[in-house]
């Protein structure tokens, strides 16, 4: 069984949101998770406890709260809407991250399985997202009030009942969901998808996972939660969709770095083939996959210079590298990356300070100086961390790792 305590921290607008963080009974805490509940209801509907105390068992923390106006938290659910949602769970993000550890993974019942899809990218850590019953456009919740929908915009607010309980929905909530285009946010998106739905769900038809699950790219998944219905009042409904979940982000190193997943990303060759081309004494063609070129020596050295020497092309390798990752980062993050250069210089020097360096005995090492050119709008923190993740590149950990190298006579 989980444990948990309470917890709060500051909303978007300003006010204190009450929030529950679940954990390993044990303590040993291998991710962190964030839990949005759906519109109108709390962080205590049957749908958060069991799939929080599920990821808990299995050794993932989750902090599942109430967005402003909502719960145990403070603030006017009038002034709220699905942006301010949206940035309470950044808001939410923030808090864990500095507190106890950076979220990996969201998950949102309704619309805030909707309002998870459109936070995801605006929150670095986060690798995998889950919905349950979520629709496909924020605008859908105007069903749940459509006859007073004509009073609010005449008024500009008008008291409605959800799930009968009284809300007061101002002109501005229909101005804001009107404004969102989720299915963009989602194809847009690079992390892990699962949408949960159920085909006999009354409130969000079972399309708006189609939807969600045609605009989103790979990799994703989709689970039927068969005869559940939308709030997932039946215990066992709410136990299988939580197992589910929880199995499914079990797929994935939620402790992670995103960083170090995009540093995996590339894989080398299978094979390299450097053969003597017969011209000059040291022309050597190089084959790799289906491309070819050719490596050298300068002519002060007795060859032709047709093409880069060994060391030029090692340091061509790292800076290569690292564009490429760089790139993939920004490109995940969406940041406004214009272009990316590096540029390197081999040398091989006396180090004042190494590793393994005897005291007293000067010790050479190869020294590689790289320098990243970015061009961009970017922010000064995105090019501190664009400046950390060039160190993350596969080429770069090879080079500071132990490498083996065998050598045998072909037969």
Avoid at 101 to 126: K, M, N, Q, Y
Avoid at 242 to 253: E, H, L, S, Y
Wanted: some cysteine; glycine content about 8%.
């Amino acid at each position: 069984m989980a444990n948990s305590r309470k917890v709060e921290f500051t909303g978007a607008l300003g006010e204190t949101l009450a929030a529950r963080l679940d954990f390993p009974e044990d303590g040993l805490i291998r991710g962190y998770a964030i839990f949005a509940h759906c519109f109108s209801c709390s962080k205590n509907v049957r749908a958060a406890h069991f799939v929080s105390q599920a990821l808990a068992d299995r050794g993932v923390a989750v902090l599942r709260f109430d967005f402003t106006g909502l719960g145990q938290s403070e603030g006017d659910f009038a002034n709220t809407n699905f942006s301010s949602n949206v940035e309470d769970l950044e808001k939410a993000a923030a808090w864990l991250t500095e507190n106890e550890g950076a979220p990996s993974l969201l998950v949102g019942h309704s619309l805030g399985g909707t309002a998870c899809l459109v936070a995801a990218s605006r929150i670095e850590s986060v690798r995998a997202v889950a919905t349950i019953g979520s629709p496909a456009d924020a605008a859908h919740v105007v069903h749940s009030f459509a006859d007073q929908v004509d009073m609010i915009e005449q008024d500009g607010i008008a008291k409605v009942s959800l799930a009968g309980r009284p809300f007061q929905i101002k002109k501005q909530f229909l101005e804001d969901i009107g404004g969102q285009n989720v299915e963009t946010a989602v194809s847009k998106l690079r992390v892990a998808l699962l949408f949960c739905h159920s085909p006999l769900d009354e409130q969000v038809s079972i399309d708006n996972a189609s939807r969600l699950f045609a605009a989103a790219r790979h990799p994703k998944s989709f689970l039927s939660l068969d005869n559940a219905d939308h709030l997932l009042t039946g215990e066992a409904d709410a136990e299988y969709a939580a197992g589910v979940i929880a199995a499914w982000a079990a797929r994935f190193d939620l402790n992670a770095d995103l960083e170090a997943e995009i540093a995996e990303a590339e894989e080398g060759p299978e094979r390299v083939l450097a053969e003597e081309t017969g011209k000059g004494k040291f022309q050597t063609r190089i084959t790799a996959g289906k491309h070819e070129f050719l490596a050298d020596e300068p002519e002060r050295i007795g060859g032709l210079d047709s093409g880069p020497d060994p060391y030029e092309l090692l340091v061509s390798a790292l800076g290569a590298c690292t564009s490429m990752t760089v790139r993939m980062y920004a490109e995940r993050k969406e940041w406004p990356l214009k272009s990316v250069s590096v540029s390197l210089h081999h040398q091989k020097d006396y180090a004042d300070d190494c590793d393994g360096c005897v005291q007293g005995e000067p010790r050479k090492l190869d020294i590689i100086t790289r320098e990243l050119h970015l061009e961009g709008d970017l922010s000064a923190e995105q090019r501190e961390k664009l400046l950390e993740i060039a160190d993350k590149c596969p080429v770069h950990r090879t080079l500071n790792s132990p490498v083996i190298i065998r050598t045998r006579l072909a037969t």
